[in-house]
């Protein structure tokens, strides 16, 4: 694409040098993955500024670089006031406006995005509809399957693989949106089509100031659905009415708005909810009719998930029929409530909750039909909101028999550190220390019986423990297998 083409996007900015003969082959963040006749563009990080590369940008081969301030180089240099919001607009006119040419669903909230996530895509794909996912664990495009490294990554990454969904004819992508992103900009260009909010509690912390701050930016992706009104591309914001954050999220947006909900009157409810151990019932009522759902996900949690995901595809005019088979025939997702069956004669579930609010749900959904005793293996993660740390022990100690606290993922700080503020929320002999996160799933493999239920909760699907800055294979699944055939 020439250039100058490319630079009707951006209305302010100067140049070096003349671009009129400049033709631009790809666009690029990182120097180390410059071809010859990329653009690169220099973004200030938390940990490097991407100005202190645009040599070895230039030595790759770079046509054009997009900076805040002068630089030193001889090819055309591109100065903005904003590099993160240039990219952003940049990337979306390279791929074409990407999209506008397919649904966008985004989901935020502090628990169950991944979830949710899986559920609408579940859905869509009922519904014969080729789709897109981008999310914690994976980039889906149709049935391919990428590695991800942030819950949201940059617009770059974005716009980029959008436009791999739009040429590859995907019709609905579904997007998990973090707080973070949405703060930063990263989703910036992502022509959202609707909205969905699961719910909010304490997470974060370290990066928000407050719970309000944390709040002003998950809202923001109801306020990015736009003021505008288009007959051919509606769109909706869709709230969980039971969360009492959720009149915040109805005023951020100018769209209209469906709520859903266990305990009241909304949009869509679900009525007559049965849980058990082996899954879960309840009507789905909806402005358009019921449908009996008979799942095998368990927890209310995931009723709410369910709703929240039913919701998004009914206002997307997905039949209430697809809907119904979808829901009943979804599984799970890797690490989220799942099971590890080795044969033994009590429970062993494997969680990502790492939230006070979310190991409350879980513990609360084990406690449903748990026979005997609950064992909960938790840990807290190092470099983190470190004010929630006493509140998961509180929880744990709360609602299990026994709660074993352990090493989660400490990255750089000493994890008996960390330990050490857990336990500043809890009575001293109320619990069990064990740093080292093997030997205290082991503890409580050998302690449970028959009818018992040990949950390993925080890391869920992460296959890796981070100590010291240094990434050690860890999967918590695959471990406690292990601890329960060494028992055996």
Same mark, same amino acid.
């Given at each position: !694409? ?105 989901? #935020? ?35 391919? &399957?990428?590695?991800?490294?942030? #819950? ?45 909010? #699961? ?50 999220? /109805?005023?951020? +947006? ?25 899954? +879960?019932?309840?009507?789905? /009522? +909806? ?18 998930? !369910? ?72 840990? /807290? ?24 606290? #352990? ?31 093997? &030997? ?42 292990? /601890? ?5």
């Amino acid at each position: !694409m020439k250039l100058s083409q490319l630079l009707q996007t951006l209305s302010v900015y100067q140049t070096t040098k003349d671009i009129n003969n400049v033709t631009v082959t790809g666009i690029e963040m990182d120097s180390r993955l410059v071809d010859p006749g990329h653009l690169f563009i220099c973004i200030n990080g938390f940990t490097v500024d991407g100005h202190d590369f645009a040599k070895q940008a230039e030595e790759n081969g770079a046509a054009v670089i997009v900076a805040e301030r002068p630089l030193d180089v001889s090819v055309p240099v591109i100065l903005v006031s904003d590099t993160s919001k240039a990219m952003a607009k940049l990337a979306n006119s390279y791929y074409q406006n990407p999209t506008q040419q397919f649904r966008l669903i985004g989901i #935020t909230g502090t628990n169950g995005k991944t979830s949710t996530s899986y559920l609408v895509e579940s859905i869509f794909k009922h519904q014969n509809k080729k789709t897109g996912l981008i999310g914690t664990i994976q980039m889906k495009i149709g049935d391919k &399957e990428y590695e991800v490294k942030n #819950t949201t990554p940059d617009s770059l990454f974005l716009q980029k693989h959008f436009g791999e969904m739009a040429n590859e004819g995907v019709d609905t992508a579904v997007m998990e949106v973090s707080s973070h992103a949405l703060d930063l900009g990263r989703v910036h260009g992502a022509d959202f089509d609707i909205a969905v909010f #699961t719910n909010l509690s304490q997470d974060h912390l370290d990066y928000h100031k407050d719970m309000d701050d944390y709040l002003r930016a998950k809202s923001l992706l109801f306020a990015q659905l736009g003021n505008g009104y288009d007959s051919n591309k509606p769109k909706f914001g869709v709230v969980n009415k039971d969360d009492p954050y959720y009149e915040a999220f /109805c005023k951020s +947006t100018s769209q209209e708005v469906l709520t859903y909900s266990i305990n009241q009157e909304a949009d869509v409810t679900a009525k007559n909810v049965n849980l058990s151990a082996s899954g +879960t019932t309840f009507t789905l /009522c +909806t402005p358009t009719g019921e449908k009996e759902i008979h799942s095998p996900l368990i927890g209310k949690f995931s009723v709410y998930n !369910m709703l929240a995901a039913a919701s998004a595809a009914w206002v997307s005019g997905v039949e209430l029929n697809t809907i119904q088979e979808a829901l009943s025939a979804t599984k799970g997702v890797s690490g989220r409530f799942e099971p590890v069956l080795a044969g033994q004669e009590y429970g062993v579930i494997v969680d990502y909750a790492h939230t006070p609010d979310s190991l409350e749900n879980v513990l609360e959904t084990i406690q449903s039909f748990a026979k005997e005793k609950i064992y909960v293996v938790v840990g /807290c993660g190092g470099d983190r909101d470190k004010t929630k740390r006493p509140l998961m022990a509180q929880v744990a100690v709360k609602y299990a028999t026994e709660a074993i606290f #352990t090493s989660d993922n400490p990255r750089s700080e000493d994890p008996e550190s960390i330990l050490r503020d857990m336990e500043s929320g809890v009575k001293e002999n109320s619990h069990t220390t064990i740093v080292n996160r093997r &030997e205290a799933i082991q503890f409580a493999v050998d302690k449970a019986s028959a009818g018992d239920v040990i949950l390993i909760a925080g890391k869920g699907h992460e296959p890796y423990q981070e100590v010291n800055g240094v990434t050690h294979h860890f999967d918590d699944r695959e471990v406690a297998a292990e /601890c329960i055939k060494a028992k055996q």
